[in-house]
């Protein structure tokens, strides 16, 4: 990583892509700080660049880390400041919706969303995919997870493992994790459990995105809704791979920053299944 940031560094063009990388990879180990440090260092340096979309990308990659992290009003500000400069792109307009969904801003996600589907109702990944995640997102905050899943039931490969035109990586498989999330909340853990392990099992795509973190704390927290849910041996199973994933989540995240709400909420999780 040093060496190719050496080389990101001697090439101002880029130099924003470099910077995001880094500030994903930070974020992967739940360094969030210095993810945010980064991040804003690659939106100042794209800006620099005259590139205002890459800029205005780059902020809601920052919003839908805040937001999956458990920081809505961050995650808010961030996507705001992404439309701010930019509010005509695509790939803005669908990880603003994104994130604004994530942070429980239905009003602003649902905005955006009808704009996105006027504006491109004959784009294929749009109508099949992004749309669909968005839509879902909006079901699971108004506590409706068999709306969202019914959102997502047309989601199977080749198309959602497409790559995002517009991200610095090939795909963060965002709508495999809504789906999960979805699962998670209608109380099928076994049906979670092969969307976070989809995203588990596809790293060449997914790099160094949050999802590939968090998916191993959904995969847990599947399994332990399995274990909750079952009886006898299928019990047994189920909690040895929930608490096999937390600790999977739990030493990817060892040096993480302390205050982040979703690693509280792990670590919490995983000290009650350890004492169940």
């Known amino acids: 990583m040093a060496a190719q940031m ?48 890459n800029a205005s990308l780059w902020w809601d990659e920052a919003a839908l880390r805040e937001a999956a992290f458990g920081n809505p009003t961050q995650a808010r ?45 004959s784009d294929t990944r749009m109508q099949s995919l992004w749309l669909p995640a968005i ?15 019914a959102d997502l039931q ?13 991200a610095a990586n090939i795909s963060s498989l965002y709508p495999n994790y809504i789906r999960g999330e979805a699962y998670l909340a209608a109380g099928q853990g076994a ?4 969307d976070f392990q989809a995203i588990l099992d596809h790293p060449g795509i997914v790099w160094n995105s949050w ?7 959904g995969l847990a927290r599947a399994n332990a809704l399995e274990a909750r849910t079952s009886t006898g ?5 189920a909690r040895s791979r929930a608490l096999a994933a937390y600790e999977d989540f739990l030493t990817l995240w ?6 982040i709400p979703v690693y509280r909420e792990a670590r919490e999780e995983y000290a009650k299944l350890m004492q169940a």
């Open 6 to 53: 050496q080389w990101f560094m001697a090439n101002p063009a880029v130099t924003h892509m470099g910077l995001l990388l880094s500030a994903d990879t930070a974020a992967y180990a739940g360094h969030l700080k210095q993810a945010r440090d980064l991040n804003r260092q690659a939106v100042d340096s794209a800006i620099q660049a005259d590139s205002r979309e």
């Open 191 to 194: 049906q979670a459990s092969a």
């Open 211 to 217: 999802t590939g973190a968090l998916a191993h704390l």
């Open 77 to 121: 500000e961030d996507a705001a400041a992404a439309l701010k400069l930019t509010p005509d792109s695509e790939g803005v307009g669908i990880e603003s919706a994104l994130a604004d969904a994530m942070a429980g801003d239905t009003a602003t996600a649902e905005s955006l969303a009808a704009d996105l589907n006027k504006r491109f109702s």
């Open 254 to 259: 060892k040096n993480a920053d302390p205050d």
């Open 135 to 149: 839509q879902a997102q909006i079901a699971l905050d108004r506590h409706n997870p068999v709306s969202a899943i």
């Open 154 to 166: 047309n989601l199977q490969p080749p198309i959602q493992y497409g790559e995002i035109a517009w």
């Open 233 to 237: 041996t299928d019990s047994d199973a």
